[in-house]
């Protein structure tokens, strides 16, 4: 049956409203409406570095894969073919976001999740793939496994619900080539990356270092990468595990008043008990957070954090730009924009790492300590004894 003058407005003549949630030159993840029954879903459809040969081919194993597994966090697959001479999937999934652009709106915003929160969607997701272990994949005679895990794998609603693909091949992390027009930060274990078959224990250890272990990764690219790469170990130092009694619907609820654009929830508002803290050495030689393991810091490191406490001192609700910090931390030299944006994004991602990430704060006028922070210095005497207070910040 030929298309209508109706359906040839809509998008792949099926659906209604398209808006991409991830682009990459592999393939696109895009949130739609279905045309005939307004039932919004997730479509994804080949980059343009990407053979209709291939989609297929990946498009087919999703398809197989995803019809043995049974859980509400993994989507089903309702409609695979070619539309307009476009391969497609569509999956039954509300989501309009995923992990990646959620850290950056919790940033943006400043938001932080709630212990219990952030180990809600840890053990939700933990659960969904032991789902998926507990089915014996009939192709391969063994469990059925993700293998490798990104924030590009999770997806959320407007009501904050979340959902994981990325089973059978994971096409949001799908690359048709060596450059992609996104990089993102996969995780996996060892086997898997030295082209070992997945196994139920490496998917724990990608989960776990998916929310734990960003901080030990290396920072590369351009400033935007850099900056999403500084973005994504906030979010991720958020789910790392706690002792908190997991609360997914927390999760869900603080993801739904971000996107609706609503106040921060109460739990997620409440200020920690005691303000942060940061031990300085003398010169600023070295710092020490509130795990009190001294970090030494280079030349650089050093003089933006003299910057920041400096700013602090004279006004603690005031920020440093990003050419503050990068005049600072470079004195007399003038480097390219983005060169100078990428050192500076470089430099506050492993002052994070080092134990200031609740300490350094960012918000539109560039980036500040947290009015809260108490800055301590250490004096030369008690250089090698325990910290003394001998300066605090207003």
């Known amino acids: 049956m030929g298309l209508t003058d109706d359906s040839r407005s809509r998008w792949l003549g099926r659906y209604e409203a398209p808006r991409s949630i991830r682009r990459r030159d592999g393939f696109h993840v895009v949130a739609a409406t279905r045309a005939g029954d307004a039932e919004p879903c997730v479509v994804i459809v080949p980059g343009p570095a990407a053979s209709a040969a291939r989609a297929n081919t990946v498009f087919a194993e999703m398809e197989r894969v995803h019809a043995l597994l049974d859980h509400p966090l993994i989507p089903k697959v309702a409609a695979r073919g070619v539309a307009d001479g476009m391969p497609y999937i569509e999956l039954a999934c509300d989501a309009v976001i995923d992990g990646l652009d959620l850290t950056s709106l919790l940033n943006d915003a400043g938001w932080k999740v709630p212990p219990g929160s952030a180990a809600g969607l840890v053990a939700s997701l933990r659960k969904a793939m032991q789902a998926a272990h507990a089915v014996i994949d009939p192709k391969h005679g063994r469990p059925v496994c993700i293998g490798r895990v990104s924030c590009a794998d999770v997806l959320f609603s407007r009501e904050g619900r979340f959902y ?97 654009g609503r106040p921060l929830p109460p739990a997620a508002e409440a200020a920690p008990a005691c303000p942060p803290t940061l031990v300085l050495g003398c010169e600023v030689r070295w710092i020490a957070a509130k795990d009190g393991v001294k970090h030494t810091l280079g030349h650089a490191l050093s003089r933006i954090v003299t910057a920041l406490v400096d700013r ?16 600072a931390g470079w004195p ?35 980036y500040r300590l947290a009015p809260r922070a108490v800055v301590r210095f250490v004096s030369p005497r008690t250089e090698h004894a325990r910290p003394q207070d001998t300066r605090s910040a207003p």
Request: aromatic content about 4%; overall charge negative.
């Open 312 to 327: 602090h001192d004279e006004a603690p609700d005031a920020s440093l730009s990003l050419q503050d910090l990068l005049a």
């Open 332 to 366: 007399g030299e003038r480097p390219v924009a983005d060169a100078g944006a990428n050192r500076v994004y470089v430099a506050l991602t492993q002052l994070r790492r080092m134990g200031l990430r609740d300490i350094i704060e960012r918000n539109e006028h560039g």
């Open 164 to 260: 994981l693909v990325g089973y059978g091949r994971d096409a949001p992390l799908e690359r048709a080539g060596e450059q992609q027009i996104d990089r993102v930060l996969e995780f996996q274990a060892p086997e898997v990356a030295a082209g070992g078959e997945p196994t139920p224990a490496g998917d724990e250890l990608a989960l776990s270092l998916l929310a734990r272990s960003f901080r030990h990764a290396a920072v590369q690219g351009s400033a935007a990468s850099a900056r999403r790469r500084a973005e994504e170990a906030d979010l991720l130092h958020h789910l790392a595990p706690c002792s908190e009694a997991p609360d997914p619907e927390g999760f869900a609820s603080l993801v739904a008043s971000l996107l609706a």
